[in-house]
């Protein structure tokens, strides 16, 4: 039998002996199930490629007994259709000719030691990290699927001094130099197309004494669902006694206000169509302001960088109190009507024209929002890929007050959480995207842009300190960046959660200011509650819905409709 490799991670040679062991002629045969693509020659008579969403795996997992159940299988399964439109932008010459920029997820883990030994970390990545396949495969768009397709490499073939480097902080990295490195990864976008594309930088020494690990991931590999699935995993276990967490999406908590039954009946008829419509027929872009981008042709494919800044860290706790006092509110109603008070608050204060046809109606500023479209919340950490949908919400800014803002925040929530709208854009979206020609759809991201000013992204980390190699892990951040104007990402980890700004170059609004309004926002709103809500057990009830004219209309038709059948049958008993 051949001798394992002793630069194979352990794992791997487990299962090579036990494919070996199971019937197959030679140990070289069980290496390729175990990290090459799976094709039609290898599956079992009568069993096609799975279509599944996204998820992967390294091989056929039915013939990886050690790994059964545990690992889904990548080669052979279709990817999600965001996850074809991501990897277009790396992988496409008409994308890439046309200007598209890739996108990319980053992530901040601080470590409190100020020098960790990087072959330490190294070590824990090729054991867990490599683990997850995505991570140890390359990806190129295939012209004849119309697709990506994912081709496993050994994992002894991943290069960690490349994915893995070092840089000393000398005691200067500091925050404005956190900036200059994400808008400097966005600007050169030096990913090897032909190696796995993520790669970590570890930070030694910042200025306040810490250090960082820093990940850029191509957001063709997962979404921010997936890619905080896989900081967990890289977690170390937690003290003897304690659970470990396995998923930071946890079911949430949802309680709306009751909606009259012509009301439901109504919604979920609109959401139905706008979710038909919404593909087909794209909403109009938002009115010029200080965070829309502009279209990539019009600045002639030339981006300037990004600029970052996130708030001071909020309690937790004393948001989770905060949203007790407000009826049947979330944390994420919360952040919203953060980001619309802060937004109101910092066009008003610019006297930016904007803001006095927003109030009135005559034009709106939208959000989007990423829906996750997960089947379950705890799915194991290899079921990558980018299983979302957007959500988009026109800004209310004619609030009275900030808990007016969340109540107005809350009632358009309530709606699109009671909607078929995003089951219903998901699958048109996958139907039709297939269809659509690269060189028209690379054409429409680069003259029109995204129609949106802004995206937010909330994602719940551990609610307990962690560590990563031994190492205490005292923050953690994380941030995408792609072509828009203005994203705002949300992450709470250890009972703190902070909004992170990252403004495009392209745009005119300043990140810093933003960040300020959204902390007075929240002083405001922080306020404003206690001071209507005072004791512990008072709680501040949701107005009454309205109920719209076409619900009305249901309602007296259906009422009329009832009450015309004595009279009908009164007829037709004298007719008689």
């Known amino acids: 039998m051949e001798v394992t490799d002793l630069d194979e991670i352990p794992s791997v040679s487990r299962t090579r002996l036990s494919l070996t062991l199971s019937g197959l002629k030679d140990a070289g045969t069980a290496d390729r199930l175990t990290t090459l693509r799976r094709s039609s020659f290898l599956l079992p008579p009568g069993d096609p490629p799975e279509d599944g969403n996204g998820t992967d795996g390294g091989g056929d997992d039915r013939q990886r007994p050690s790994l059964a159940g545990r690992r889904p299988s990548l080669a052979g399964r279709k990817a999600s259709t965001m996850t074809n439109i991501f990897a277009l932008s790396s992988t496409s010459d008409i994308f890439i000719k046309k200007g598209c920029r890739p996108t990319f997820i980053t992530a901040m883990m601080y470590l409190s030691d100020p020098d960790p ?14 683990d997850i396949p995505r991570f140890r495969s390359t990806f190129s768009w295939d012209s004849e699927a ?6 496993p490499i050994l994992r002894s073939a991943v290069d960690l001094e490349y994915h893995v480097r070092t840089v000393d902080g000398r005691g200067l990295f500091d925050a404005q130099s956190i900036e200059k490195l994400i808008s400097d990864t966005y600007m050169t976008n030096d990913l090897d197309i032909t190696r796995p594309l993520w790669r970590i930088t570890v930070i030694s020494n910042l200025k306040d004494g810490r250090s960082m ?9 997962g979404d921010g669902v997936a890619m905080m699935q896989v900081m967990l995993s890289l977690l170390d276990d937690p003290p003897e006694g304690k659970k470990k967490v396995k998923t930071f999406q946890k079911k949430r908590r949802y309680t709306s206000a009751p909606l009259r039954l012509a009301h439901r009946i109504v919604n979920f008829l609109a959401g139905a169509v706008d979710g038909l419509v919404a593909v087909l027929v794209p909403p109009p872009s938002d009115p010029p302001n200080p965070f829309k981008m502009i279209p990539l042709e019009q600045s002639k494919g030339e981006p300037l960088g990004k600029s970052f800044v996130q708030t001071r860290a909020f309690c937790l706790d004393e948001m989770k109190t905060i949203k007790n006092k407000l009826a049947g509110a979330t944390i994420n109603d919360l952040v919203m009507a953060l980001q619309a008070i802060a937004m109101r608050r910092y066009l008003e204060g610019m006297r930016d024209p904007t803001m006095d046809r927003f109030l009135c109606g005559k034009e709106k500023m939208h959000m989007e929002f990423l829906v996750n479209m997960r089947s379950k919340a705890g799915e194991k950490v290899t079921n990558l890929g980018n299983v979302f949908t957007m959500g988009l919400l026109a800004i209310p800014f004619n609030f009275s007050d900030p ?12 709606l699109l959480k009671n909607s078929p709208g995003f089951y219903i854009k998901k699958m048109v979206m996958d139907a039709i995207m297939p269809l659509v020609p690269l060189d028209v759809l690379a054409k429409k991201i680069v003259e029109e842009g995204i129609p949106s000013t802004f995206m937010i992204s909330n994602v719940m980390g551990p609610t307990e300190e962690c560590s990563l190699a031994g190492y205490t892990l005292s923050d953690l951040n994380f941030t995408a960046l792609y072509s828009q104007g203005l994203y705002c990402g949300v992450l709470s980890y250890n009972q703190r959660l902070r909004i992170s700004l990252v403004v495009d170059n392209l745009a005119d609004g300043d990140g810093n200011e933003l960040r300020d309004c959204l902390e007075a926002a929240y002083d405001n709103l922080k306020q404003a509650v206690f001071e209507a809500a005072p004791n512990v057990a008072d709680v501040v009830e949701q107005p ?10 249901l309602e007296f038709s259906c009422v009329a409709a009832v009450l015309s059948i004595p009279v009908l049958v009164a007829r037709a008993w004298r007719g008689a």
């Not at 119309?146 to 081709?151: C, L, P, Y």
């Not at 690990?213 to 590999?221: C, T």
């Open 117 to 130: 030994d990087p072959r330490k970390l190294r070590r824990v990545f090729a054991d867990r990290l490599l």
């Open 146 to 151: 119309k697709g990506v397709r994912w081709d």
């Open 213 to 221: 690990l820093f990940f850029v991931i191509d957001h063709a590999i």
């Open 403 to 414: 808990i007016d803002c969340v109540w107005k925040i809350k009632a358009k929530t309530d």
């Open 544 to 553: 009454v819905p309205c109920v719209p004219l076409s619900a009305k209309i």
